[in-house]
């Protein structure tokens, strides 16, 4: 049973727990630019003068060689499309993401000093750090690192890998695929939004130390998965302790200690307790204009992220098509769980099936060839560098992203049987459905980690039609029409 404690001493951890072994992640900005940034903030406001973001410093850009996509070569991309001039040194990595040498080996030092106990005033202000700190957080960030071997790039690489981007445009030689290509460039999250998410949740982490001393805040969800566009929001989880928490009451008790915290936080505004299965508290950076869901030990969550951000780098179609996909399904109405329909990460994970098992796979099955990364038991803090060491992956398949999207229609719409049959990414198969209450539902999609069904949402039969039938009618229009207009229209999609 959680303690009802604002804090977890570090006498009550276990041996060999999470907390114990997993130090505070220390801020991007230096403590100084902190009271500086918060400073701006309030004599911005206190005057009523417009507030901008600060701008990151720039880092080094050291990206390796890609290995060679399947596809003819193309033109180069637009005049204009640069990467940024950087100058952040390649050592200072978040350690939330990418700190250990190794893909599972633990690291030899830590990047720095145990925060303390900050002590925050009601405007926001942060405490002083070890001076040694500071010097290392002005000279390097946690968001950019070359990119080691493997598939998984580093954040500073996330969004404006060209090299993709060229081998994408030269492969599209069809209206449909190109279409498919403009709205994603259009659309795909930027460095900065991922920076800005990036400044929040680093904020919130040092000043969480005043209420749970040894806790850790993930950045999860499509903000870091790659799956993201410049409009998402951002998922947190607010981990407190190895294993478990009741998430009826003791994550309900958490969260509310963290609404109280946030009233006090000049950055935070409207914290709202939402009590669902996994009880958030959703709030605003005030900053940034991000809107942030902040959940307790949802630790699955932060499997899941990995898990898809390796699927979304590891072939270089994945990205488009998703983003795509949630488009559309955004638009007829049918991506919103809270209202009976797909969740975005549901309809991830039945685009990643249906690529998974097309005759020609465009990507494989991680968990089953390479179970030692994605471990179920495996440390949560060496989650994040689990899949470092997989290696790039190249697919016999050549379908344009035309032709994936016009079969990822009919494969749900004519093929797919769903009142028999289970959506498994991790075992890149549909599997019979059992008689557990589990699979009882309209639609079944496993979690790859804790085998729940993450369409449960789609409870009534009426939202199940509309779901299959919108399937259907879309596929129907595009095959004759071969215009992404006709099914989403590509110009106010962009916004």
């Known amino acids: 049973m959680f303690t009802r404690s604002p804090g977890f001493p570090q006498k009550h951890r276990h041996s060999n727990g999470l907390l114990n072994q997993y130090p505070p992640v220390p801020p991007i900005y230096s403590p100084q630019r902190l009271v500086d940034l918060q400073r701006n903030r309030v004599n911005s406001t206190a005057h009523g003068l417009p507030y901008s973001v600060p701008v990151m410093p720039p880092y080094q850009w050291n990206a390796l060689p890609r290995s060679p996509s399947p596809g003819p070569h193309g033109s180069p991309l637009p005049k204009g499309r640069k990467r940024r001039s950087d100058d952040y040194g390649q050592n200072d990595l978040k350690r939330q993401c990418f700190s250990p040498t190794g893909p599972h080996n633990r690291p030899e030092s830590r990047l720095g000093s145990p925060l303390g106990s900050p002590s925050p005033s009601r405007h926001g202000h942060r405490p002083a750090v070890h001076p040694g700190d500071v010097q290392r957080l002005q000279g390097g960030s946690p968001l950019a690192s070359p990119r080691r071997m493997g598939c998984l790039p580093s954040l500073g690489e ?23 290509l403009e709205l994603f460039v259009s659309c795909q999250q930027q460095d900065d939004d991922l920076e800005k998410k990036e400044l929040c949740r680093a904020q919130l982490q040092r000043d969480m130390q005043m209420l749970f001393p040894f806790s850790r805040i993930y950045l999860t969800g499509s903000s870091l998965s790659g799956f993201g566009t410049r409009s998402s929001d951002a998922d947190l989880c607010l981990v ?174 004519t093929d797919f049987k769903w009142d028999k049959h289970v959506i498994s990414v991790r075992q890149a198969k549909a599997y019979a459905k059992t008689n557990c209450t589990e699979w009882r539902k309209f639609i079944c999609v496993e979690e790859p980690f804790d085998g729940t069904n993450t369409a449960r949402a789609v409870y009534e039969r009426e939202k199940f039609e509309a779901i299959k039938s919108q399937f259907f009618a879309s596929w129907q229009v595009l095959k004759l029409r071969k215009d992404l207009n006709s099914v989403l229209p590509v110009r106010q999609s962009k916004r």
Not at 159 to 177: H, M, N, P, T, W
Not at 264 to 279: M, N, S
Not at 281 to 296: H, T, Y
Not at 384 to 396: A, L, M, Q, V, W
């Open 240 to 413: 407190i302790q190895e294993g478990s928490v009741d998430q009826k009451n003791d994550a309900v008790h958490v969260l509310t200690l963290v609404q109280k915290l946030c009233y006090t936080l000049a950055y935070i505004d409207r914290p709202q307790l939402i009590r669902a299965k996994v009880p958030i508290l959703k709030f605003r950076d005030r900053v940034s204009g991000v809107e942030f869901d902040l959940n307790v030990n949802n630790i699955v969550g932060i499997r899941n992220t990995f898990l898809l951000r390796t699927y979304a780098y590891l072939e270089k179609r994945v990205r488009p098509i998703v983003l795509l996909i949630k488009k559309w399904a955004g638009y007829y109405g049918i991506n919103n769980a809270s209202r009976g329909t797909l969740s975005s990460y549901t309809l991830v994970l039945m685009v990643l099936h249906y690529l998974q098992t097309l005759p020609e796979p465009v990507i494989p099955c991680l968990q089953r060839d390479y179970p030692e990364c994605f471990m179920p038991t495996m440390d949560i803090h060496l989650v994040p560098n689990g899949p470092r060491s997989i290696p790039p992956y190249i697919s016999k398949n050549h379908m344009s992203l035309g032709e994936l999207f016009l079969g990822f229609l009919r494969y749900y719409a």
């Open 158 to 180: 996330a969004s404006r890998d060209e090299g993709e981007l060229v081998g994408l445009q030269s492969a599209a030689k069809d209206k449909l695929s190109q279409q498919v």
